[in-house]
């Protein structure tokens, strides 16, 4: 874990280094993601912005959490509701049970 508490760990919100994030998601799914399929995920997805993904680094900037968010467009009874479902939501094992899922969720469901 970083020197910092969760609390003094700061939520970066944008994409992240492309060869860390094929890094992190390879470790936290256990399994191989190319760089095509990232690219695919985090520059070409429909209504993809870059202030859906929300991260946590430690203090040698490696990506130690991450979550994405995916837009979506639901409708209710003929009225239009935008929501956002996460997807890609992971902590490196090293670093689990220290609240940085938590602390992503929060700041991921206060954007707008």
């Not at 910092?4 to 760990?9: F, G, I, N, Q």
């Not at 470790?27 to 993809?48: A, I, L, M, N, Q």
């Not at 509701?81 to 940085?100: K, T």
Request: aromatic share 10%.
């Amino acid at each position: 874990m970083s020197n910092k508490t969760t609390a003094e760990l700061e939520v970066h919100q944008g994409v992240p280094d492309q060869e860390q994030l094929v890094h992190v998601l390879q470790t936290c799914f256990d399994g191989p993601r190319s760089r095509d399929h990232v690219e695919w995920k985090y520059d070409r997805f429909p209504d993809f912005e870059d202030k859906h993904v929300f991260f946590i680094s430690d203090d040698s900037g490696n990506i130690i959490a991450l979550r994405r968010l995916f837009y979506k467009e639901i409708r209710i009874d003929g009225r239009k509701i935008d929501a956002f479902v996460g997807g890609d939501s992971c902590v490196v094992p090293s670093h689990r049970e220290h609240g940085l899922f938590s602390t992503l969720l929060a700041q991921s469901t206060a954007f707008e």
